[in-house]
Nanobody, 127 residues
Framework: QVQLVESGGGSVQAGGSLRLSCAASGFTHSSYCMGWFRQVPGKEREGVATIDSDGSTSYADSVKGRFTISQDNDKNTLYLQMNSLKPEDTAMYYC?????????????????????WGQGTQVTVSS
């Protein structure tokens, strides 16, 4: 059973940085598309950044140039480096893993197909 445990969230002022981590375990498939999604109360969960089994990455337009997704396969850990944070980045951030060879851009735009989620970590950016 896949387990995803996020950490690294917190409160920061606008312009600051945070790095989220996601420790993954229990993978049973040979390939996964991994990613970060976020959600605020009353809104749908949206894709932030994804990385597929080929290493290709995709980003939401709102975070391009500010956020970077990466993974350490030896440590089974996914990261999201968030720079130049804005108040509109405030949300609960979720780590996600979908088995198979799906492309990063497809998973980014299709949170409903993701079958494995972490419990989430809160990011709050104050102005």
């Amino acid at each position: 059973q896949v387990q995803l445990v996020e950490s690294g969230g917190g409160s920061v002022q606008a312009g600051g940085s945070l790095r989220l981590s996601c420790a993954a375990s229990g993978f049973t498939h040979s390939s996964y598309c991994m990613g970060w999604f976020r959600q605020v109360p009353g809104k749908e969960r949206e894709g932030v950044a994804t990385i597929d089994s080929d290493g290709s990455t995709s980003y939401a337009d709102s975070v391009k140039g500010r956020f970077t997704i990466s993974q350490d396969n030896d440590k089974n850990t996914l990261y999201l480096q968030m720079n130049s944070l804005k108040p509109e980045d405030t949300a609960m951030y979720y780590c996600a893993a979908e088995p198979g060879f799906l492309s990063s851009d497809f998973v980014l735009s299709s949170p409903s197909i993701v079958s494995n989620w972490g419990q989430g970590t809160q990011v709050t950016v104050s102005s």
